[in-house]
């Protein structure tokens, strides 16, 4: 934050000198006659239109109507043969108001429409996640599809590939991601940045698992940008997932450090610090000293009797959205935590045309083995329709979901979709 109002204060004096310097140092205007100077320039207007006229490129008529245009200016010209003279010391008094009222209205406006978070490496994160309104994302669509076809003429531009890759990733539109930071990564080598965008992207094409090649690049990366956060981050997503908590806290301590400890980022990273410290048989350190630790950021307990290591569920489609979906959409079926880390303890992929449809969640499909349908008491089972195939949900797709608490998983439970993403 103390960034951000460091730029800010920068522009404002920019704004303010752009203002001001003009105003402070006018001086006034030296009068000139240019009355031959608009005359020559007139005869030799003249002459290019009596060469055009006789080499037939203008009729008579043109030339008539450019002649007479041609008069005219020249008349205006002529008549205002003295300029105007400005006073050095007439306005100089608006710079006072100028220098209280320029900050004052930048920060009540900003106050109104603007967005703190522009400067928070955190939050930018959060940002490129959230998902533009239509119009604007068709907008920026259609710029990167004009940068991918320059891509197709300038194939060795390694720049532009990682950029269209990073590009495709805020659309969610992941496989093209791949692709393009794929072409990146064969003219760059092993760059930390490129095989940290090319892991992200992999994994989010994946659902989210950094098994295979993901995990294989993270590990590239951190060997070449040891204090990388992003290389931090999913280095110890990678570990968790395979179970290896002594390094992902290993990675998740050292990432903590980058961050103060008011800081968002820090509590998340405490969050995921106590959950490996819990799935290793550690008691959960405090995210500060004295503090307890926040029990919201783990999946729930087991309690009284062991929970179903699966759930069945029957998925289908209410009437009112059958209109409004194609066959080939996708449908993403998925098991979270209600309360704790929302990644997905199991999920499934089908397309509308295979609805209704009965499938099982288990402990098999979790993305991190200790992240499991038996792990955590409370459930929520979420059903989605989503016509790119993305990951992340997007307002306005439709979307039903259930809630399975305690040991209430026998038998098939019910999913309609009949509501959309908000």
């Known amino acids: 934050m103390f960034q951000f109002w460091i730029f ?3 522009l404002l004096l920019v704004a303010l000198c752009v203002i001001l310097i003009p105003l402070w140092t006018a001086r006034s205007l030296p009068k000139s006659n240019e009355d031959r100077t608009n005359v020559l320039l007139a005869q030799k207007k003249l002459r290019e239109l009596d060469d055009d006229l006789a080499a037939g490129n203008l009729t008579q ?3 008539a109507l450019a002649k007479e245009e041609l008069e005219v200016s020249l008349y205006h010209d002529l ?4 300029l105007l003279s400005v006073d050095e010391n007439k306005g100089r008094w608006l710079a006072i108001p100028l220098v209280l009222f320029v900050p004052l209205i930048a920060l009540a406006l900003y106050s109104i429409i603007g967005d703190k978070r522009a400067f928070d490496s955190n939050a930018q994160t959060q940002v490129q996640n959230t998902q533009a309104d239509p119009g604007k994302a068709a907008e920026i669509s259609t710029m990167v599809d004009k940068l991918a076809k320059r891509l197709e003429k300038e194939p060795n531009d390694a720049k532009g590939w990682k950029m269209l890759g990073h590009s495709y990733k805020v659309l969610q539109r ?3 991601a791949v692709a393009a930071l794929r072409k990146a990564y064969a003219l760059l080598g092993d760059e930390a940045d490129v095989l940290l965008e090319l892991a992200d992207a992999i994994a989010m094409e994946k659902g ?11 590990t590239k990366a951190i060997k070449l940008a040891p204090d990388n956060e992003m290389a931090l981050w999913l280095f110890g997503m990678a570990k968790a997932g395979e179970g290896n908590y002594a390094e992902a806290l290993n990675a998740w301590t050292k990432l903590q450090a980058h961050y103060q400890p008011g800081e968002q980022a820090y509590q998340e990273a405490q ?7 819990e799935r290793s048989g550690k008691a959960p350190v405090a995210a500060q000293q004295g503090q307890k630790p926040v029990d919201a950021s783990k999946p729930e307990p087991q309690k009284n009797a062991k929970v179903s290591g699966s759930v069945t569920v029957k998925v289908e489609l209410s009437e009112a959205f059958k209109a409004k979906v194609k066959p080939d959409d996708y449908v993403f079926i998925y098991a979270q935590a209600i309360t704790g880390p929302k ?5 499934v992929k089908h397309q509308v045309k295979e609805l209704p449809i009965q499938v099982i969640l288990d402990d098999s499909m979790a993305m991190i083995p200790s992240m499991t349908v038996s792990s955590v008491e409370n459930i929520k089972v979420t059903a989605r329709v989503s016509a790119a195939g993305t990951a992340t ?10 809630e399975l608490k305690g040991a209430d998983r026998v038998g098939v439970k019910s999913i309609v979709i009949a509501d959309t993403v908000k």
Not at 208 to 218: C, F, I, N, P, R
Not at 343 to 347: C, G, H, I, K, N
């Open 208 to 218: 989210g698992s950094l098994k295979g090649e993901a995990t294989e690049l993270v």
């Open 393 to 402: 949900p997007e307002p306005g797709e439709p979307i039903g979901s259930i």
């Open 343 to 347: 990644a997905p303890l199991a999920v």
């Open 79 to 82: 008549q205002a043969d003295v």
């Open 271 to 277: 969050q995921l610090i106590d959950l490996a410290n």
């Open 61 to 63: 008529e043109q030339y």
């Open 174 to 176: 992941y496989p093209e």
């Open 8 to 10: 800010a204060a920068l």
